[in-house]
Antibody, heavy 120, light 108 residues
Framework: QLQLQESGPGLVTPSQTLALTCAVS??????????YHWIRQPPGKGLEWIGN???????FSNPSLKPRVSISIDASTNQFSLRLTSVTAADTALYFC????????????WGQGILVIVSS | DIVLTQSPGTLSLSPGESATLSCRAS???????LAWYQQKPGQAPRLVMH???TRATDIPDRFSGSGSGTDFTLTITRLEPEDFALYYC?????????FGPGTKVDLK
């Protein structure tokens, strides 16, 4: 059974960089067809798609966040990562990682989420 | 971006009743790449429906999806206590893969 687990600091200082990692277990991250996503949910609000990456390294991101977002993948550790620069209080959210079976597939597997608070 | 609008915002129903949730897109969702997710408090979303009308693994047949183009519907018949939750639609036909604002199905 595929499992995803987010990790990273739960508190980030404004203007700094938020860095999260998603560990994938129960399956290899390298089969080329799958895509790996980041989604966030501000407290009490809806879901916002941040971006995704394929094992090839190809990435797509939400234009609303694109200048600040970087997504990477590490096949050797079976993990993928999110970096969000210049954070503000508006970036406070529950961050989820998820996997789709490929391009034009829904998000079938989700991590449990990690709450990141941006505050000094 | 494809903007998704969901209605109603909240549905107050009793167990055994039926729920009809609507998702409308600002432009055509090609190939009906439209999914529905269920989210309960403190949990990650769970895929319920994809391709507009295909139930995800382990989803009971009281859940059904329909629609095409810009108008989609998720219907839950004979509501069970575990069905009371938030439901989001998402299009995955065009990046950014946007979500709707959600419909809450709560207990009357």
């Amino acid at each position: 059974q595929l499992q995803l687990q987010e990790s990273g600091p739960g508190l980030v200082t404004p203007s700094q960089t938020l860095a999260l990692t998603c560990a994938v277990s129960g399956g290899s991250i390298t089969p080329g067809g799958h895509s790996y996503h980041w989604i966030r949910q501000p407290p009490g609000k809806g879901l916002e798609w941040i971006g995704n990456i394929f094992p090839s390294g190809t990435t797509f991101s939400n234009p609303s966040l694109k200048p600040r977002v970087s997504i990477s993948i590490d096949a050797s550790t079976n993990q993928f990562s999110l970096r969000l620069t210049s954070v503000t209080a508006a970036d406070t959210a529950l961050y989820f990682c998820a996997r789709a079976s490929g391009n034009f597939f829904p998000l079938s597997y989700w991590g449990q989420g990690i709450l990141v608070i941006v505050s000094s | 971006d494809i903007v998704l609008t969901q209605s109603p915002g909240t549905l107050s129903l009793s167990p055994g009743e039926s729920a009809t949730l609507s998702c409308r897109a600002s432009q055509t969702v090609s190939s009906n790449y439209l999914a529905w997710y269920q989210q309960k408090p403190g949990q990650a979303p769970r895929l319920v429906m994809h391709g507009a009308s295909t139930r995800a693994t382990d989803i009971p047949d009281r859940f059904s999806g329909s629609g095409s183009g810009t108008d989609f519907t998720l219907t839950i018949t004979r509501l069970e206590p575990e069905d009371f939750a938030l439901y989001y639609c998402q299009q995955y036909t065009k990046s950014p893969f946007t979500f709707g604002p959600g419909t809450k199905v709560d207990l009357k």
